[in-house]
Structures are given as C-alpha cells and as structure tokens.
C-alpha cells in the first residue's frame, strides 16, 4: 500500500512540475505571440514530423537488439520480440513517471523469459551508462565545434535571453528539484528500513552494475554492440534533423542545430514525465542561438513533443498488446506440443 501511495506521489509531483511549467510560461506569454505559436504548430509539414515515429521505432530495433547481446553475455537468451515489445513500453512508461520505465522493462523479461531482475537490471545499468558516454562524445563535438553558441546557452550574458525566468528554470531548478527527489528517497529507504538495508540496497545496485560491467567484458561479438550502439544514434540524429523540415523556418538548420537540439533536448526529456514543458522551452532556448526566433522555436519544440509522446504512448499500448497476444500463443503451441 505505502509502495502504490509512493508511486502515486511520484507521479504527481513529476507531472504536476512539467505542466506547471507550461502553463506558467504559456500564461506570460502575449495573446498575439500564442495566436502565433498556435498558427505555426498548425502549418507544420505532418510528413516530415512523421520522420519522429520512424526513426524512433529503427531505433528501438538496435537498442532492443544491443540489450540482447548484454543479455546473452550474462547467460540469458531472451527473444527479440519480448525484448523489444519491453523497450518500446519503457518509453511508455516513461511519459508518466520519469525512469520508471527501465524497470519495468526488466521485470517484462522476467515474467516472459525467466531472466532474474537483479541479472537484467545490471545489463540496463551499462546500457544507459553507454548512452551516457554517447550523449558526452556529442556534448563534446558540440563544445569543439560550438563553442560560443554552447557556452552562451549557460551564460547569463546571453542577449537573447538575460536573466530569463524561464532559463533559471530550466537551468537550476529542474536540476535542484532532481537532486532533492533523489535525496527524499534515499532519506525514505533509510528511515524506513534502517541504516543497514539502505547499505544493503546500495551495494545490490552497485553489485547489478559491476555485473553488467561483466557482461561487457565477456560479450561475443563486441562489433555488432558496438554497431547497433551508433544506430541508435544516428537513427535520432536523422529523426532530428529531418523533423527540421516541418517548418519552413528551421528546413535550412543544419547539422550543429541537430546535434544542439539532441544534446539538450536529451536531457530535457529526462526532466519530467516525456520531457512535458521542460522539452520545448528547452528547444525554443537552442534554437535562438541558430538565429530562430522564440515564436518558431517554441511552436518546433511543441510539435516535436507532441508527436514523439503521440509515438510513445500508441507505441506502448500496441507493444502491450501484442506482448500479451505472442506469449498466450507461445503458451498455447506448448501445451499443443
């Protein structure tokens, strides 16, 4: 019971910062720049922003496939379908509660493939940590290359923006109000059950990663990972940088926007529940600095949400379905046999 209450006040709080945000930031907003906004969110190119679900889908098939290869140096041969029906519920769970769905995806394989939690979640643990070092190479690319435009989205001299409420936000509170759930857990698990099982908790976590740390070590065709590794990328590069085509004002965005928006916007997603709020205002900021004004950017990063949340939640039910319809027959070829 205490378990589903904290559940409930977790996803309360994570959407109830994302759409206090938006509806914060909408309200200051001048009826003409909203009508504006409005227009230029109707008038964008469906097909190109249906770019947003394709690549995400590609992307999705690597990400599914380079858990396999973790999985299977563990031990476990998982079947792709319940392995990626798992993935593609993970982004859906993720829209309502941030994270949530990582494990929940590992308790899919446990219940369709016997794989223990403890074995799946450390495999998880080096795949986000291989994602992380990813998103880091791109941060650099960007630092070399756009140095100026990197540094200013941080600075307070920018003159697009001086002193923006928004970008305080965006720039220290999200992150504090992370910092602070994290400690409100921690400080929940240790009140809860005592100093020992908060150690105990911890160095099963740091057991599952140094596991999954093994399972890079022992992985049998290190290529392939490494592959399916840059696919996932590349697939979200493309998925940026054609969504650029939506709208006539950002079509001419070039590689260093892509890259910008995929850096930032990455971490904005992350923020609150499918990045709600947080996510557009984010990319309205970067793309100030590629010179689009603040009532294109806002309505690009709007539409850009809106559609990868539309692809994420039909995503999940589909896969929900379709995991429940393949493993009842699974189930019924056994017993036949």
């Given at each position: 019971?205490?378990?589903?209450?904290?559940?409930?006040?977790?996803?309360?709080?994570?959407?109830?910062?994302?759409?206090?945000?938006?509806?914060?930031?909408?309200?200051?907003?001048?009826?003409?720049?909203?009508?504006?906004?409005?227009?230029?969110?109707?008038?964008?190119?469906?097909?190109?922003?249906?770019?947003?679900?394709?690549?995400?889908?590609?992307?999705?098939?690597?990400?599914?496939?380079?858990?396999?290869?973790?999985?299977?140096?563990?031990?476990?041969?998982?079947?792709?379908?319940n392995t990626f029906f798992s993935v593609m519920i993970m982004y859906f769970a993720n829209l309502f509660v941030p994270r949530s769905g990582d494990v929940l995806r590992c308790s899919i394989l446990t219940k369709y493939e016997?794989?223990?939690?403890?074995?799946?979640?450390?495999?998880?643990?080096?795949?986000?940590?291989?994602?992380?070092?990813?998103?880091?190479?791109?941060?650099?690319?960007?630092?070399?290359?756009?140095?100026?435009?990197?540094?200013?989205?941080?600075?307070?001299?920018?003159?697009?923006?001086?002193?923006?409420?928004?970008?305080?936000?965006?720039?220290?509170?999200?992150?504090?109000?992370?910092?602070?759930?994290?400690?409100?857990?921690?400080?929940?698990?240790?009140?809860?059950?005592?100093?020992?099982?908060?150690?105990?908790?911890?160095?099963?976590?740091?057991?599952?990663?140094?596991?999954?740390?093994?399972?890079?070590?022992?992985?049998?065709?290190?290529?392939?990972?490494?592959?399916?590794?840059?696919?996932?990328?590349?697939?979200?590069?493309?998925?940026?940088?054609?969504?650029?085509?939506?709208?006539?004002?950002?079509?001419?965005?070039?590689?260093?926007?892509?890259?910008?928006?995929?850096?930032?916007?990455?971490?904005?997603?992350?923020?609150?529940?499918?990045?709600?709020?947080?996510?557009?205002?984010?990319?309205?900021?970067?793309?100030?600095?590629?010179?689009?004004?603040?009532?294109?950017?806002?309505?690009?990063?709007?539409?850009?949400?809106?559609?990868?949340?539309?692809?994420?939640?039909?995503?999940?039910?589909?896969?929900?379905?379709?995991?429940?319809?393949?493993?009842?027959?699974?189930?019924?070829?056994?017993?036949?046999?």
């Amino acid at each position: 019971m205490k378990e589903k209450l904290s559940t409930v006040i977790k996803l309360i709080l994570s959407l109830g910062l994302g759409v206090g945000l938006m509806y914060w930031f909408i309200g200051r907003m001048p009826e003409s720049e909203k009508l504006q906004t409005w227009e230029t969110m109707k008038s964008a190119n469906i097909f190109w922003l249906l770019s947003i679900p394709l690549f995400g889908f590609l992307s999705n098939f690597s990400r599914a496939e380079r858990w396999r290869y973790l999985l299977q140096s563990a031990g476990y041969k998982p079947g792709f379908w319940n392995t990626f029906f798992s993935v593609m519920i993970m982004y859906f769970a993720n829209l309502f509660v941030p994270r949530s769905g990582d494990v929940l995806r590992c308790s899919i394989l446990t219940k369709y493939e016997g794989i223990p939690v403890d074995k799946s979640v450390g495999t998880m643990v080096v795949e986000r940590f291989v994602d992380l070092i990813s998103i880091a190479v791109i941060g650099f690319i960007l630092f070399v290359g756009q140095r100026e435009k990197f540094l200013l989205l941080f600075s307070k001299k920018a003159e697009t923006a001086p002193e923006s409420p928004e970008m305080t936000v965006i720039k220290y509170i999200v992150p504090v109000l992370l910092v602070l759930g994290i400690g409100g857990f921690s400080f929940y698990v240790w009140k809860k059950h005592g100093i020992e099982k908060f150690v105990t908790l911890v160095k099963e976590k740091m057991s599952g990663f140094l596991h999954g740390l093994q399972s890079i070590r022992n992985l049998k065709n290190p290529m392939a990972f490494i592959i399916h590794s840059i696919l996932v990328w590349v697939c979200y590069i493309f998925m940026t940088y054609f969504a650029f085509r939506a709208l006539p004002e950002t079509a001419s965005l070039d590689i260093w926007a892509c890259l910008a928006c995929l850096f930032f916007g990455g971490f904005a997603m992350v923020a609150t529940p499918g990045g709600l709020g947080v996510f557009p205002i984010t990319i309205k900021f970067v793309l100030l600095q590629f010179g689009i004004a603040a009532s294109i950017g806002l309505p690009y990063g709007l539409a850009v949400w809106a559609m990868q949340t539309l692809a994420g939640f039909v995503g999940g039910i589909l896969s929900i379905g379709l995991l429940l319809l393949i493993n009842r027959s699974n189930k019924l070829v056994t017993k036949l046999a």
